[in-house]
């Protein structure tokens, strides 16, 4: 795009951008303007993304135009892409647009990044590896624009982003959100009133009013000079500040009597003024303009090559030039442009469905060498079914899910299955793309299509297939009922040979099943059911799906079979984070650790990101439950970051509580506003099982706190059957938790006693690592004084590979010692719990235990706050990483930022931690004893 400047004040700049209507005027637009200015000016010091949004004509195209005269002349390279609506249909188009110019520079990004962007490109054929992830695309796109940005400062432009496919939407919210440390700035240009992909990346918008009516008189009487009164008083009415249309409807409205224009709305208005100019084209130019409104690159040669097949007669490039005089666009770089995205439409509305039909019909035949595009022309050119045309979409639609583009293939299949000859091969059509859209988190997509497919006659396993999907989306199925009705959908799965899918469909009703409380009949029919579909108990989905279903009844089983299984024999993160989630299920965390770090570790390899904050927010809470909060830290942090990422509210919120048990440890006040936040999330979705999980949050808080009355009102909500926030299973987890709050605000200990006599009998059951070692430190805490002693050496022996659980063992028998007057020997256990607490971040633990200590009458060395308290969590991710000798290419790749920024946050820390080399900081970050080490 090339811009001039026509003309300037300090209040009134008209730009013209070539390919686009001579744009409408920044005309009381002082404060807009500014914002732009501001992020491309600074673009050095920080980089940033903006939505410009606005109604058609409201003046985006010039602000934009502007944008890019302001980056040019500050020395910014400038990347464009303009939105089609015919290409909405093309996943990754409008990527490629904007990063055709650095295709050449594919070959630096490391292998999987360099191939999923090939792939999505069609560099690669899709048949040389499965379809990569979307944010495996966008992290290897981040690295072209980062890597190009060393050369000169960048401005992309998306402009029509509301015509944007999916797929590139998706990519560049990615990029957006990650341009703070880049010289890089990411303007989109977006249409009000015109529901897009574009609505959902997630970045800061600005958007465009109507001009103020000063504004708009001004405008008005700078273009057409005096007007008739009642002519300027009907366009000012009808343009109501919209300044595209002050330009045009001086033009439409001369001449018509004020009473016979009936009232329009204002963008069908604009349509109507720009097809009354088509009309004064000559026929062939008019031919040539419908072609280009239904084509989707306005290649000059495509376009006269359709005409001629429409006219039966050559036609050369000067019949492009009536509709450059009459303003309706013009050729630029050997393709046509309409000067404005209403004046295509204008054309497309102003044919015949006939003639549309006619039109895309040439387009096809043109396009025969490219079926991806041609084959969406036939489609839109049949007026009946037709099957060769259906196959055809099917086919498009499995290249497209093979590039990443699933939301494409989508809408391919749904097409075809309009299309399609018989019934049932429309069924099955639309059952496919029902099952994408679910696996897309398209749930309201998905719910039409199953329940489009129903009506039709299906197959055994298509019908099956849209039972399961209704189940899932199209009611509560909760209830004993609803169980068994989905329980008979996963067994006909399996009967029609698609045994994973139904162990996914009994895993999905296990899960549910875990947080809510079913009577024991529903557990035990979910665990035979299962059974009975496995080829294999050992299968990990299998032993997810009977841990969730009843952790008590088969958690020894499933604690048995995992730990014959080394993590690092599985390759596949979905079977990792099956055993990790299973494990966690029946409180053995020790064992689900080293499997939820292996499946992290595969999904982000993968790129799958949706999967690995499902696997960070497993390992977050698997770290709290072991007490290593240096580990939760990060763990926590970066899986609430990927859940607002990839929309996935319940985890955000399971993330938040974890970050606010952390922060309760830590002393941070922010603590309590973490765990209100989570609760805030999961109240307006009904996720009320989840709410044991925010009050476990509270009461660890306020029990860090020393708070122990209002640690055991919260604690005391999970394990009373009455309360919203009860869970059978959450209480498990809360046990050392809810002695210790009952023992220190001095209550009647008869009913912990009894919840720990009922856990006594579950730890012998299942040999759970977490409760065994909780038990052991609940039975020395409420010991008589006879046995006190006796009980906490055996909680020492019993505690071993529980560092926290030992050290609070050795914090409390410390104290006990102290207060039987035992000093000296008291300073032994308190002075290793210190320690334990302070390599585990247990900041407000070790206080307790340096207090101790002092009482006992050892002097203590001058406290000084941990390193790592000084740093976020993304910056201790990066100082921990650098530590271990990754690059920080590699570095980026783990963390899904781009290289750059790295370098950035390394540069900001090291004055932070006092260092001045990557060789120093693992010195700086190793605390005095690594928890394993305990």
Not at 161 to 189: K, N, T
Not at 274 to 298: E, H, K, Q
Not at 600 to 619: D, P, W
Not at 772 to 784: G, I, K, N, P, T
């Amino acid at each position: 795009m090339t811009v001039q400047t026509v003309a300037a004040s300090h209040r009134f700049v008209i730009l013209t951008a070539v390919g686009h209507v001579a744009a409408p005027l920044l005309y009381g637009r002082d404060e807009e303007l500014a914002r732009v200015h501001d992020l491309i000016d600074h673009v050095s010091g920080r980089g940033g993304a903006l939505v410009i949004r606005g109604d058609a004509g409201i003046g985006k195209s010039a602000l934009l135009s502007q944008a890019v005269a302001r980056a040019r002349e500050r020395g910014l390279s400038v990347l464009t892409a303009t939105g089609v609506q015919s290409e909405a249909r093309f996943a990754f188009a409008g990527l490629h647009q904007l990063l055709r110019p650095f295709l050449g520079a594919l070959g630096k990004l490391p292998g999987p990044q360099r191939r999923a962007l090939e792939m999505a490109f069609g560099i690669l054929d899709v048949l040389d590896g499965a379809a990569p992830d979307v944010f495996l695309i966008a992290l290897g796109a981040l690295g072209v624009i980062a890597d190009a940005a060393v050369q000169a400062p960048l401005l992309l432009v998306a402009e029509d982003a509301q015509w944007l496919d999916g797929p590139s939407c998706e990519v560049l919210g990615f990029i957006g959100r990650r341009l703070d440390m880049e010289p890089v700035i990411l303007l989109f240009g977006v249409r009000e009133g015109a529901p897009s992909p574009a609505d959902e990346v997630g970045l800061p918008e600005m958007r465009l009013a109507p001009l103020d009516e000063a504004a708009a008189s001004a405008l008005l009487s700078s273009r057409t000079g005096d007007l008739p009164p009642d002519l300027r008083g009907r366009v000012l009415r009808e343009a109501a500040g919209n300044p595209l249309a002050l330009i045009e409807l001086p033009k439409a409205l001369a001449g018509h009597d004020d009473a016979r224009l009936a009232p329009l709305p204002l963008t069908a208005r604009l349509e109507e003024a720009f097809a009354a100019r088509l009309s004064d084209c000559p026929a062939d130019t008019r031919t040539l303009l419908l072609i280009a409104s239904l084509d989707d690159s306005g290649e000059i040669g495509d376009l006269l090559k359709a005409a001629e097949l429409m006219l039966t007669r050559p036609l050369g490039a000067e019949a492009f030039a009536p509709a450059t005089a009459e303003g309706l666009g013009g050729v630029e770089s050997g393709r046509f442009r309409f000067r404005h995205p209403l004046m295509r439409s204008a054309v497309r509305q102003s044919a015949t469905p006939a003639e549309r039909r006619r039109a895309h019909a040439a387009l096809a035949e043109v396009l025969a060498d490219q079926p991806d595009r041609s084959v969406w022309h036939r489609a839109a050119a049949a007026d009946r079914p037709a099957e060769t045309v259906a196959a055809d979409l099917e086919e498009a639609a499995r290249r497209a899910e093979l590039r990443g583009g699933t939301d494409v293939a989508v809408a391919a299949l749904e097409l075809a299955a309009s299309l399609s000859d018989q019934a049932q091969r429309q069924g099955q059509r639309l059952v496919r793309a029902a099952w994408l859209a679910f696996e897309l988190g398209r749930w309201d997509v998905s719910l039409r299509l199953a329940r489009q497919a129903q009506q039709l006659p299906l197959g055994a396993y298509e019908r099956t297939a849209a039972a399961y999907l209704l189940e899932i989306l199209g009611g509560s199925w909760s209830g004993p009922a609803s169980i068994r009705s989905f329980l008979q959908v996963a067994e006909d799965l399996a009967a029609a040979g698609d045994e994973a899918r139904a162990l996914q469909a009994i895993n999905l009703v296990a899960l549910r099943v875990h947080w809510s409380n079913p009577d024991d009949e529903t557990r035990q029919r979910i665990v035979a059911v299962a059974g009975r579909v496995t080829a294999s108990r050992d299968d990990p989905v299998f032993l997810e799906i009977i841990a969730y279903a009843d952790p008590i009844g088969q958690g020894r089983e499933v604690i048995d079979r995992l730990t014959a299984v080394a993590p690092a024999s599985m390759t596949d993160p979905d079977e990792l984070i099956a055993a990790g989630g299973a494990l966690s299920a029946v409180w053995a965390d020790d064992l689900a650790i080293p499997f939820l770090r292996e499946a992290s570790e595969g999904y982000r390899a993968a790129g799958r990101l949706q999967q690995l904050t499902v696997a960070l927010a497993f390992e977050a809470w698997a770290y709290l439950r072991r007490g290593d909060i240096r580990a939760a830290v990060p763990a926590a942090a970066e899986a609430a970051r990927m859940a607002e990422e990839t929309r996935q509210p319940r985890h955000v919120a399971v993330a938040s509580a974890a970050l606010a048990i952390a922060a309760g440890e830590r002393g941070d006040p922010a603590a309590g506003e973490l765990a209100a936040a989570a609760e805030a999330v999961l109240l307006p979705m009904g996720a009320n099982p989840l709410l044991a999980v925010v009050e476990l949050a509270r009461g660890r808080i306020a029990l860090a706190g020393e708070r122990f009355t209002e640690a055991y009102e919260h604690l005391a909500r999970i394990f009373d059957p009455g309360d919203v926030a009860h869970h059978p299973f959450v209480r498990g987890w809360a046990l050392a938790d809810i002695v210790d709050a009952s023992l220190y605000s001095e209550r009647d200990l008869g009913a912990v006693r009894g919840f720990v006599a009922e856990w006594e009998t579950i730890a012998a059951r299942t040999r759970a690592g977490h409760l065994r070692a909780q038990l052991s430190y609940a039975r020395a805490m409420l010991a008589d004084q006879a046995t006190t002693a006796e009980r906490f050496a055996a909680a020492l022996a019993e505690t071993t590979g529980w560092p926290s659980y030992r050290a609070r063992t050795q914090l409390a028998y410390g104290t006990w010692l102290r207060r039987q007057r035992h000093n000296t020997e008291s300073r032994a256990p308190l002075r290793e719990a210190a320690d334990a607490f302070t390599a585990l971040g247990s900041t407000r633990l070790a206080d307790r235990a340096q207090r101790e200590l002092r009482a006992s009458g050892e002097t203590l060395r001058q406290h000084h706050p941990e390193v790592w308290d000084q740093l976020t969590p993304q910056e201790l991710q990066i100082a921990q990483l650098a530590a271990d000798g990754l690059t920080n290419r590699e570095i980026g790749e783990r963390l899904y930022i781009s290289h750059r920024t790295v370098g950035s946050h390394l540069y900001q820390l090291f004055p932070k931690l006092g260092v001045t080399s990557r060789t120093e900081l693992r010195a700086v970050l190793e605390p005095a004893a690594r928890p394993d080490q305990l």
